[in-house]
């Protein structure tokens, strides 16, 4: 259930209600945000086997938890043959950001 990341990044738009509900989910488990912290540390992809090796945890479980973030439009997915890096989506993080402000307010 994609919700129309691409239309947020190339437009400006603000979140959807759905969409803050999503990202807020996904961010509730501690590995997931754990991940988006070491993500958000760099400016390029992190490979899947570095993410993996940080936080000891098998690849099905690491696979899970990336799919999640992607779904929520938090992570970008780079795959180069059978490898796949992630790259922080800063765009969605910030309109995150941005609507919990404004509807909090």
């Known amino acids: 259930m994609r919700i129309g990341w691409q239309m947020l990044e ?17 961010l509730a488990d501690r590995r997931r945000y754990e991940i988006l912290k070491r993500l958000a540390a760099r400016k390029d992809a992190l490979a899947c086997g570095a993410v993996r090796d940080c936080l000891d945890i098998s690849p099905a479980t690491l696979s899970h938890h990336m799919r999640e973030l992607e779904l929520a439009g938090l992570v970008e997915v780079v795959r180069e043959g059978k490898f796949a890096s992630y790259i922080l989506r800063r765009d ?4 995150f950001v941005q609507r919990l402000r404004k509807d909090l307010e």
Do not use: D, K
């Open 92 to 95: 969605v993080l910030e309109a």
């Open 10 to 26: 190339s437009t400006g738009a603000t979140l959807t209600e759905n969409q803050l509900l999503r990202i807020a989910r996904t």
